[in-house]
């Protein structure tokens, strides 16, 4: 596998010698880029389209990967790079981010981040032709990120970061479930009409129950009252409960009937509840507050144990918070 | 130096064990060389194509214990090539014939076959002790001969190898009789354990002081198993999680403080705050503690588990601990002195905050003693290492690794320059480094001006141009290991090291600008100095070295090479 992602890079070099060899040592990058486009062909219309794209790129950012999302093309090869590489690190690393594209295409067609080029040498013509059909250029205009833009979504470079397969195997196991989850419930959202990002950034919040060992991501965007949250939650984690249990009864498999609901989440009155970290990072019960309000300012969920409740300081958000 | 006078510097040198005074005995004088390899019982050995295993007899003939390390450390990261090479059977077989004496092994990167594990236990009739570590070749089929026939077993320690996981029986090959073990550790493995052979032997084995479980064991059979070996120092858990009746519960809490020497934590995977609890009787007296595999862990989880542990020395933690969790380790555990945060979900697949500067200065405040630091983030900014590196001036191993390759400064958009000119600066003891984020050759310029103790750097994705490499090839007069990936150095860096590479262990150059030529050049310049090439593709230009790995060896180039490995 390293071998042929090697191998590639290396014909990707032999193929388009022009693009790299006019990749300058300094630091004008972009710039040359541009030279470089004009080079191959592209009009002065392209180049003016090119002086326009040179605009706040976080806005570039969140839209190329908003447009990636929702047309899942595979011409959508705008592979961002970080922002400010410096000259030759910039050129090593857009090559191992298109190396390692190629080798997610294979395996990955369908995950629209990570669409793909199919053939190296392209490089220079599906970069025009991405000019052409969507304006924002490549995030790596030397302007600071935005603050939102809390961490790239890092293409996979072999062995980055360094972390031995162990750990990531470790990593993978306990975080392949809610991973697939979140993203079916992306899906889901999406004929809603809503900006898949924003509800990516702004709604989702991870939840965690007492005595489940798999962290679970919630959508808060897709409730508008706590009860229709307290039965999403019984949804996610109700399966898992039983099944937690079954499997620490030592096999005795009995899972239809052991799944119960789980109720009471928001009044204390079940086994479980409901409480939540708040941006400030106080834990409150689930319910205090306005529903517009508990959506603003939930950092996390948490299912505990009401057993467990009473041992903990939960501020009463209504007196201590947030006078209504 | 008559035979008397030998007796007594022989005497004398039993009670030097560490093995840098060894070797500054054994540059004295003929004599005391003499006395020094006739008396020396241990040899590590850092680089196994560094020497042969017949030079290595020859010189110190009386050995009982080795260590020996294989495969460049990339190859943790998937950068070496399979069938590398690193195996230990040249070794075994001259050992064997040598030191049918050897009592002890170690060995890290090391491909280690069933077959060796077999010649192993049948070879050496006192052997006591074996660690594997990030070996690889072998199954649990080479567990049950060491199971089988190393009759005086104190020590089988396996972690984070490659191993072909066939079964747990291998616990069932340990003799009825056999009572000698003190550590075992085999928390990597996957297969499900012989739990009564497992428990069986913790009870026979009274000297047992170090148990590492793998996560099949639940939690009330380690409740069994502590209520056989309350006198263990270290515990490395199982599956944290087991839904208890209240009576096991109470067992579980009654044998855990039982265990009042326990001093390091481990394993606890599937962790959550439910049972945490039942573990703070025994975290008063805590050095260590591993909750890297506790992947649920979150920030109170942490909070209310260290405000237990007001000794902890070390502590491993995943990101999902947040900075709030750092916090919390900041005001609970003043006496700190190894951080090691690991990213949970380091292919930046999963909405996980992670850990940030904040949480990293907020332990730097609190733990002033920090001496060892690995961090994981995805992001980091000049100002909080600088004050990172006012806090903890004694840290000897700063390892940052912001997992966005050549990511700024995310305040100012400045390169990380300043951040590790800190660090080199002002911790004068530094003796490992890794530098991640967008850095020039300021940053490598500064490393080769102040890290005069530097030993080990790593670097990716850094600098500008050959002058970058240049600065610490001029500088760090005590360097031995330098690793670089991705990097625009090429052979007017490579061969400014010209006058180094005999005095350090390894180069690694894996994707960087170096030629074929320059490599020939390079070995042809330098004796004893083994140029190895790995090329992935044959297709590929010929002209360019791809991954380089250059170390000094007295043994000649090795003979095992295999065809993609062109040594000059």
Redesign the interface.
């Known amino acids: 596998m390293v071998a042929e992602m090697e191998g590639c890079t290396r014909k990707e070099e032999e193929a388009c010698p022009q693009l790299l060899d006019l990749i300058p040592r300094q630091r004008d990058w972009l710039v040359s880029r541009d030279i470089e486009g004009s080079s191959h062909g592209s009009s002065s219309s392209e180049e003016k389209k090119l002086e326009l794209r040179l605009g706040p790129p976080c806005q570039n950012w969140s839209m190329e990967r908003e447009r990636d999302e929702k047309s899942q093309s595979l011409l959508s090869l705008g592979y961002f790079s970080s922002p400010m590489f410096s000259n030759q690190t910039q050129k090593l690393i857009s090559s191992y981010q298109q190396q390692a594209k190629v080798g997610s295409f294979i395996h990955l067609p369908v995950n629209p981040n990570k669409a793909s080029q199919p053939c190296c040498s392209k490089v220079v013509d599906l970069q025009n032709a991405e000019r052409k059909g969507f304006s924002p250029a490549p995030a790596n205009t030397a302007v600071l990120p935005n603050t939102s833009q809390k961490r790239t979504a890092p293409a996979p470079i072999v062995g980055w970061p360094p972390v031995r397969s162990f750990r990531k195997n470790l990593a993978s196991n306990n975080s392949s479930k809610p991973a697939v989850e979140s993203e079916n419930v992306v899906q889901n959202k999406v004929p809603n009409g809503k900006p898949v990002e924003t509800s990516r950034q702004g709604l989702f919040v991870k939840i965690n129950m007492d005595g489940v060992p798999i962290g679970r991501k919630v959508d808060l965007g897709a409730y508008d009252s706590y009860q229709k949250l307290s039965s999403a939650v019984d949804e996610l984690f109700r399966g898992l409960l039983a099944a937690q249990r079954d499997s620490c009864a030592g096999g005795t498999k009995n899972k239809q009937g052991e799944e119960k609901e789980i109720a009471g989440l928001l009044d204390g009155s079940g086994e479980y509840t409901l409480v939540y970290e708040d941006n400030e990072g106080d834990r409150m019960l689930v319910g205090d507050v306005p529903w517009q309000m508990f959506v603003s300012t939930v950092k996390r969920l948490r299912v505990l144990k009401s057993s467990e409740l009473s041992a903990l300081r939960l501020r009463s958000s209504k007196q201590d918070k947030m006078p209504l | 130096m008559d035979s008397q006078r030998k007796k007594v510097l022989e005497q004398v040198l039993n009670l030097v064990t560490s093995p840098k005074d060894r070797s500054s005995v054994s540059l004295v004088c003929k004599d005391w060389y003499d006395v020094e390899r006739h008396s020396r019982r241990h040899v590590f050995i850092g680089n196994c194509y560094s020497v042969s295993p017949e030079i290595v007899t020859r010189r110190f003939p009386n050995i009982r214990s080795v260590t020996l390390k294989g495969r460049p450390r990339?190859s943790?990261?998937?950068?070496v090539?399979p069938n590398w090479g690193g195996d230990v059977r040249p070794w075994l077989d001259v050992f064997a014939a040598e030191y049918p004496q050897l009592e002890e092994l170690r060995l890290k990167r090391m491909t280690v076959s069933d077959e060796s594990l077999e010649f192993l236990a049948a070879s050496f009739a006192d052997f006591k002790a074996l660690s594997l570590l990030?070996c690889d070749g072998f199954s649990t089929d080479g567990l049950e001969a060491i199971a089988t026939d190393c009759k005086n077993l104190t020590e089988l320690d396996i972690q984070?190898n490659?191993i072909d996981d066939k079964s747990g029986d291998w616990l069932s090959c340990f003799p009825e009789n056999f009572t000698s073990m003190e550590i075992l550790n085999f928390s990597?493995l996957n297969s499900d354990v012989d739990f009564d052979a497992l428990e069986s032997l913790v009870s026979r084995c009274k000297s047992l002081k170090v148990l590492k479980v793998n996560k099949t064991v639940?939690l009330d059979q380690l409740r069994s198993l502590l209520n056989h070996a309350p006198q263990l120092l270290e515990l490395g858990t199982g599956?944290f999680?087991?839904?208890l009746t209240p009576s096991q519960h109470s067992e579980l809490e009654r044998v855990f403080s039982n265990c009042k020497n326990l001093h390091a934590l481990s394993g606890l995977?599937?962790?959550?705050?439910?049972y945490l609890p039942v573990l703070y009787p025994v975290c008063t007296n805590l050095t260590f503690l591993n909750l890297?595999?506790a992947?649920?862990l979150?920030s109170?989880d942490l909070a209310k588990l260290v405000a237990n542990c007001p000794h902890l020395r070390r502590l491993w933690v995943l990101d999902t601990v947040e900075d709030?969790g750092l916090e919390a380790v900041g005001s609970n555990c003043p006496l700190l002195e190894e951080l090691r945060v690991?990213?949970?979900?380091?292919?930046?697949?999963?909405?996980v905050?992670?850990v940030t500067e904040s949480g990293f200065v907020a332990v730097s405040h609190g733990c002033p003693r920090l001496r060892y630091v690995l961090y994981?983030c995805?992001?980091m900014t000049n100002a909080a290492v600088a004050t990172v590196a006012q806090n903890c001036p004694d840290i000897t191993h700063f390892r940052l690794?912001i997992?966005?390759?050549?990511?700024?400064d995310?305040l100012?958009?400045e390169?990380m320059d300043e951040a590790f000119g800190a660090v080199v600066k002002t911790c004068t003891k530094l003796e490992r480094l890794?530098v991640s984020g967008?850095?020039?050759d300021l940053t490598f310029e500064y490393i080769g001006k102040y890290a005069k103790n530097l030993e080990y750097l790593?670097v990716?994705?850094?600098?500008?141009?050959d002058q970058g490499m240049q600065y610490v090839m001029n500088g760090c007069p005590k360097l031995k290991k330098l690793e670089i990936?991705?990097?625009?150095f090429g052979d007017t860096a490579l061969l400014s090291g010209l006058e180094k590479y005999e005095s350090m262990r390894s180069l690694w150059m894996s994707?960087c600008l170096v030629t074929m030529n320059a490599c020939r050049s390079l070995a042809s310049k330098v004796r004893r100095l083994n140029v190895e090439v790995m090329k992935?593709?044959e297709?590929?230009?010929d002209s360019?070295a791809?991954k380089v790995y250059v170390y000094r060896s007295i043994a000649g180039p090795r003979k095992d090479a295999p065809a993609?490995v062109l040594t000059f």
């Open positions: 990339f943790d990261f998937n950068l090539p990030s984070e490659d990597c639940t599956s999680w087991q839904e995977w599937q962790a959550t705050a439910l890297s595999y992947a649920t979150q109170w709030k690991f990213p949970s979900s380091p292919d930046g697949d999963d909405i905050d992670g994981f995805w992001q690794c997992m966005t390759p050549a990511k700024p995310h100012t958009g390169p890794s967008l850095l020039t790593s990716a994705f850094a600098g500008d141009s990936r991705d990097c625009p994707a992935d593709d297709n590929g230009d360019q791809d993609f």
